[in-house]
């Protein structure tokens, strides 16, 4: 006859029903705070019951394993009490509201006709189910904190469940760590209101505290959102929340979850938040993160339907971030870098022979090479690259033990390590650099010069194709020399494709009269000077590519080029030796970290390190 179905507000749902004898019932299931609160006995007199004082029990017991309780109650309705109540809803129903405040006023008249009829309530009994963890889950939240990302659980369970679950999946950790619990003794249930003064308090003495033990924190969704909201505490609150290892919220509805994630928006502005969930009263707060992750699962589709990304299984994440994710920041930043780097190699020389046409218009390279340069010479190697590389490859080199190391290499996304003012400058020097050689080397080389037993010399559009050549050597070249996975992919990229298409460009050009170099190319092919300018380009520029790639591999070196390094030396059976790598990668990553060092154990001691 009628049926209210659960939100995550009510926490309840349920259903009218009219018996074969004309009796009409309400039966009602929910969390067990809730149902317990609609019941016809008082709090007292629930607990002089001896049975519902044992049901009490038992539900705090199972919630203290970390199972997930249900109770039951129904209610028989008079008669005359439930035409009444149906003749007010069905009234209510037929309200065409004209615009949102009617709508929200007859959705308030609802809601407030739902509770007179679940009240006073018979208890019935209760339900507790196992609902166990996926696969890895407590693997896959340490790789995450190891990470450097903090993790926050934020669950509509009760308190005692969601402290058992994070215990469970290792937020919280029994012998290093001091959990800080935020709960109902800071709420004033006689004058409804929170206790601020003393929720800072114990928060100022928390942080004051110097203590080897990680913080954790469990607080409820009602206390968390009135703490991310008030001025006074806001800050403070946030300051705790950031120190903390493992911070779980519970007893939240799905607008307190996108609440906490808001507030966290707003408080770390630098910072990058991610939502993950599986069920629909997850869809607000995953709508509301930077990047939102929905978990196929029994619970429906709406959070996978909202999200950015959809995955199966929680321990996917790992997958997601650590190498997909981190694998798309180092193949968007290089090929930004590289885009524009070998746009200012290109664009240069143009601007250098403004000065010996007399800035007269005239371009230096023939129109259709300046077309196809950035549409196919160089598009095509960037774009193999930017599809394929890889540094560590999760599949060649499985032989390492890379779910202990992947977490120590996501350090470059989150300090941007490659795409910065640093290396933005830096690729713009290798530019500018590379320019003078690819125009100045071919003009004093080629200026004197004679290119034939003819005694053909020199003119504009042989020293343009030997100048253009040279740029698309150095490069391609220059990607050759941070290139960091190579195959046959890479190399048919680069060499047939590209050096390919360009040969076929040159040929056209001098046979079509489309091309200002028309004629040009078979006295350049069949002159010497042409091949010794360009391999000198490219010996000049790749030599000291090359240097300067193995002073950054070897001497100023990072977790990536680290760990490359001990791919081609990695012993399964070296237990020591892989002990004391491992130990090295650590410091390594704290290095960039800006964290203390500690000491480092070797076969022939122990010694402290320094920066």
């Known amino acids: 006859m009628a049926l209210f179905p659960f939100t995550s507000h009510r926490a309840r749902m349920s259903v009218i029903m009219k018996e ?12 067990d705070e809730r149902v317990m609160k609609l019941l016809r006995q008082t709090p007292e007199e629930q607990n ?19 199972l997930r309780t249900l109770c039951m109650a129904m209610k028989v309705f008079d008669s005359e009490e ?34 007179i009829a679940e009240k006073d309530l018979t208890y019935l009994g209760c339900t507790i189910v196992e609902d166990k963890l996926q696969e890895n889950v407590e693997n896959t939240i340490h790789n995450l904190e190891k990470a450097g990302i903090q993790v926050w659980m934020i669950t509509g369970d009760k308190m005692e469940t969601a402290e058992s679950i994070g215990y469970s999946c290792k937020m919280f950790t029994k012998d290093d760590m001091k959990v800080f619990v935020i709960d109902d003794k800071y709420f004033d249930k006689q004058l409804n209101v929170v206790r601020e003064s003393e929720i800072m308090k114990d928060l100022k003495e928390e942080l004051e505290v110097k203590s080897s033990l990680k913080k954790g924190m469990l607080i409820t969704g009602t206390l968390v959102e009135h703490l991310v909201n008030s001025p006074v505490t806001r800050e403070l609150f946030i300051t705790f929340a950031k120190k903390c290892s493992g911070v779980v919220c519970c007893r939240t509805t799905a607008t307190q979850k996108a609440t906490v994630v808001k507030a966290m928006k707003d408080a770390c502005p630098n910072e990058i938040t991610l939502s993950i969930g599986d069920g629909g009263n997850d869809v607000p707060m995953i709508n509301e993160a930077h990047v939102g992750i929905g978990i196929y699962g029994k619970e429906g589709m709406q959070a996978a339907q909202a999200a950015d990304y959809a995955i199966g299984e929680f321990q996917c994440l790992w997958n997601l971030l650590m190498i997909h994710g981190r694998l798309s920041y180092l193949r968007i930043s290089e090929l930004i870098l590289y885009f524009f780097y070998k746009n200012v190699v290109f664009t240069l020389p143009q601007l250098y022979y403004g000065f010996f046409c007399a800035f007269s218009g005239q371009t230096f390279y023939d129109d259709w090479y300046i077309t196809t340069y950035n549409l196919f010479f160089t598009s095509i190697p960037l774009l193999f690259k930017g599809l394929f590389e890889h540094d560590l490859h999760h599949i060649q080199d499985r032989k390492l033990p890379l779910n202990n190391i992947y977490p120590f290499l996501y350090l470059c996304g989150q300090r941007n390590q490659v795409f910065n003012v640093r290396g933005i400058v830096t690729w713009f020097g290798y530019g500018i650099v ?24 020199v003119d504009m559009w042989f020293m343009s ?36 298409l360009y040969i076929a ?16 190319v078979g006295t350049v092919y069949k002159s010497p000077l042409y091949y010794a300018c360009v391999v000198l380009c490219a010996l000049l520029t790749f030599t000291i590519d090359h240097f300067i790639q193995i002073w950054e591999f070897h001497i100023v070196q990072n977790t990536s080029n680290f760990c490359r390094l001990w791919s081609v030396t990695y012993d399964p059976g070296d237990y020591e030796g892989n002990s004391y790598k491992m130990q090295m990668l650590k410091i390594i990553d704290l290095k960039h970290r800006d964290q203390p060092l500690p000491a480092l154990s070797t076969p022939q001691g122990s010694m402290q390190l320094s920066r």
């Open 20 to 31: 074969a004898d004309g009796t009409v019932k309400l039966y009602c299931k929910g969390s």
């Open 434 to 457: 590379h320019s003078l050689v690819a125009f100045f080397l071919p003009y004093f080389f080629l200026r004197y010069g004679v290119v034939s037993n003819k005694g053909d010399n």
């Open 505 to 520: 460009v040159q040929w056209i050009s001098h046979a079509s009269t489309f091309f200002v170099s028309y004629n040009t």
């Open 82 to 115: 439930f035409a009444k109540w149906k003749h007010e809803m069905d009234e209510v129903k037929l309200v065409v509201p004209a615009n949102k405040e009617e709508e929200e006023d007859k959705q308030k008249k609802m809601n407030d006709l739902i509770e």
């Open 48 to 66: 002089s019951d001896p049975i519902m004082a044992e049901t009490k029990k038992y539900l705090l017991a199972a919630s203290g394993r970390g």
């Open 465 to 500: 194709i030997t100048s253009f050549t040279s740029v698309i050597v150095i490069v391609t070249l220059k990607m050759f020399t941070f290139e960091r996975l190579f195959n046959w992919i890479s190399g048919f990229g680069f060499v047939v494709i590209s050096f390919g």
